[in-house]
């Protein structure tokens, strides 16, 4: 069959089927790094559940385990616009390396400190910024890669692989987390959780190490040799300020976190509301649960054309999900209004990912990259302080409840002030090296 005949089936398929595409795991680079990233994602779950549940044990606060968002959000600033330069002009393959490393030394000292019964929610503290400061230069680096190793047209299936795979990890992971709260003491509990996520994360680092070198492309002779210091940050960040429809996609992200995002709760809220520690595992799986279920039947994703529309929409249902998650008193109820939102979540993300990677030449990809992680990260961590400290000065339904509705109509006030966003299609795609 000609390359033509298969291009032109592949069209016909793409625009008939709602399942999520495949076609960039044929890319082995991508495969490889799909693979990893899944795997470290999957352990990761077992800390971030693990973390704040220890928090809540040390302290009986919310307001403390709110202050994980700040422990994380300080590297964030720092490293992520860092990480995002040193992406331009350090080959990619070496960076996601070493900032893995470092993340994986911090996943080591939550289990040593667990099996030492150190409890200090200080030292939890201070783990929590090493390891935020290894994602903040890795996040960066591994999206700048994607459109490096596939082709223009399926970055957007890509991201929704991504998503959906990180994701599906997100649903797994805090189950796992919670059925070993239930079977064990939490102190034991706490420190099986360390070890699966330590374990998980060596065989994800063996994936990067698999991958090929990326190095720099060669930058525009008319500009200043990229660096990865102050003046080349600059430069990413002046470009990005003409960009207002890349300005209003961070808005918003940064709206639905730091208003809708209630994880801070998910501890007390399992405790007072249902009872136990065997809830938190549904509570914090939940928004993943629908994020994977919403991948799986994304086919749809990447013909939608008016993307702006679709990011404000999803951003909306986001933001309704969870105020109505926080009126529930059931399990159950709350459970599936939390995966609505995280159906939501998902396209919103493929959305903002996706608008991002095909608005930046690659020569300033990892810069700008670089923002969208400080953006997209350090959202929820802020969302974490305001939702734990909300609640201690008034309720956990008030900041839950209050924070989703608030984040769905500041969304719909943003794009109605500011109609660039809503305007915003993608262009069409040149050639597979168009982006190169």
């Given at each position: 069959?000609?390359?033509?005949?298969?291009?032109?089936?592949?069209?016909?398929?793409?625009?008939?089927?709602?399942?999520?595409?495949?076609?960039?795991?044929?890319?082995?680079?991508?495969?490889?790094?799909?693979?990893?990233?899944?795997?470290?994602?999957?352990?990761?779950?077992?800390?971030?559940?693990?973390?704040?549940?220890?928090?809540?044990?040390?302290?009986?606060?919310?307001?403390?385990?709110?202050?994980?968002?700040?422990?994380?959000?300080?590297?964030?600033?720092?490293?992520?616009?860092?990480?995002?330069?040193?992406?331009?002009?350090?080959?990619?393959?070496?960076?996601?390396?070493?900032?893995?490393?470092?993340?994986?030394?911090?996943?080591?000292?939550?289990?040593?400190?667990?099996?030492?019964?150190?409890?200090?929610?200080?030292?939890?503290?201070?783990?929590?910024?090493?390891?935020?400061?290894?994602?903040?230069?890795?996040?960066?680096?591994?999206?700048?890669?994607?459109?490096?190793?596939?082709?223009?047209?399926?970055?957007p299936a890509a991201n929704t692989l991504a998503y959906t795979t990180s994701t599906a990890g997100g649903v797994l992971g805090p189950l796992a987390?919670?059925?070993?709260?239930?079977?064990?003491?939490?102190?034991?509990?706490?420190?099986?959780a360390y070890l699966v996520d330590a374990l998980l994360f060596s065989i994800s680092l063996w994936a990067t190490w698999k991958l090929p070198p990326?190095?720099?492309?060669?930058?525009?002779?008319?500009?200043?040799?990229?660096?990865?210091?102050?003046?080349?940050?600059?430069?990413?960040?002046?470009?990005?300020?003409?960009?207002?429809?890349?300005?209003?996609?961070?808005?918003?992200?940064?709206?639905?976190?730091?208003?809708?995002?209630?994880?801070?709760?998910?501890?007390?809220?399992?405790?007072?509301?249902?009872?136990?520690?065997?809830?938190?595992?549904?509570?914090?799986?939940?928004?993943?649960?629908?994020?994977?279920?919403?991948?799986?039947?994304?086919?749809?994703?990447?013909?939608?054309?008016?993307?702006?529309?679709?990011?404000?929409?999803?951003?909306?249902?986001?933001?309704?999900?969870?105020?109505?998650?926080?009126?529930?008193?059931?399990?159950?109820?709350?459970?599936?209004?939390?995966?609505?939102g995280g159906a939501a979540d998902l396209v919103s993300a493929v959305y903002r990912q996706s608008i991002l990677q095909v608005y930046a030449p690659?020569?300033?990809?990892?810069?700008?990259?670089?923002?969208?992680?400080?953006?997209?990260?350090?959202?929820?961590?802020?969302?974490?302080?305001?939702?734990?400290?909300?609640?201690?000065?008034?309720?956990?339904?008030?900041?839950?409840?209050?924070?989703?509705?608030?984040?769905?109509?500041?969304?719909?006030?943003?794009?109605?002030?500011?109609?660039?966003?809503?305007?915003?299609?993608?262009?069409?795609?040149?050639?597979?090296?168009?982006?190169?």
């Open positions: 069959m000609s390359q033509d005949a298969v291009e032109s089936t592949e069209e016909v398929v793409e625009r008939k089927s709602w399942v999520i595409d495949i076609r960039p795991l044929k890319v082995v680079a991508y495969r490889r790094m799909w693979i990893g990233n899944g795997l470290s994602f999957f352990g990761f779950q077992f800390t971030s559940v693990a973390v704040p549940v220890e928090m809540y044990s040390i302290t009986h606060s919310s307001a403390w385990v709110g202050l994980l968002g700040i422990a994380g959000l300080v590297p964030l600033l720092i490293f992520g616009l860092w990480g995002g330069a040193a992406a331009d002009v350090i080959d990619r393959r070496k960076l996601l390396l070493a900032s893995s490393v470092l993340a994986w030394l911090g996943t080591l000292g939550f289990l040593i400190q667990a099996l030492l019964h150190v409890n200090s929610g200080w030292l939890l503290l201070a783990l929590t910024a090493v390891q935020s400061a290894g994602f903040a230069i890795s996040s960066p680096t591994r999206q700048a890669i994607i459109p490096r190793i596939v082709p223009l047209r399926l970055v987390a919670g059925l070993i709260f239930a079977l064990a003491s939490t102190g034991a509990g706490i420190t099986v990326i190095p720099p492309v060669e930058h525009d002779p008319a500009e200043a040799k990229p660096t990865a210091g102050l003046r080349g940050i600059a430069v990413g960040l002046r470009f990005l300020v003409t960009q207002p429809v890349l300005l209003l996609s961070f808005a918003v992200d940064l709206i639905a976190m730091v208003f809708a995002m209630p994880r801070a709760l998910f501890p007390e809220v399992a405790a007072d509301r249902f009872g136990g520690d065997w809830a938190v595992g549904w509570l914090f799986s939940a928004i993943a649960i629908g994020s994977v279920i919403g991948g799986l039947t994304s086919g749809w994703i990447g013909r939608v054309k008016r993307q702006g529309v679709a990011l404000v929409i999803a951003v909306v249902a986001w933001g309704v999900a969870i105020g109505l998650s926080g009126l529930a008193h059931s399990l159950w109820l709350m459970v599936l209004l939390l995966a609505v690659d020569r300033l990809r990892g810069r700008l990259q670089g923002v969208f992680t400080v953006v997209v990260a350090g959202g929820p961590r802020l969302g974490d302080l305001r939702a734990g400290t909300t609640a201690d000065f008034t309720s956990t339904t008030a900041s839950w409840a209050g924070g989703g509705f608030a984040a769905a109509g500041l969304a719909v006030i943003l794009a109605a002030a500011f109609p660039a966003l809503l305007k915003y299609r993608p262009p069409a795609a040149t050639g597979d090296d168009a982006n190169r």
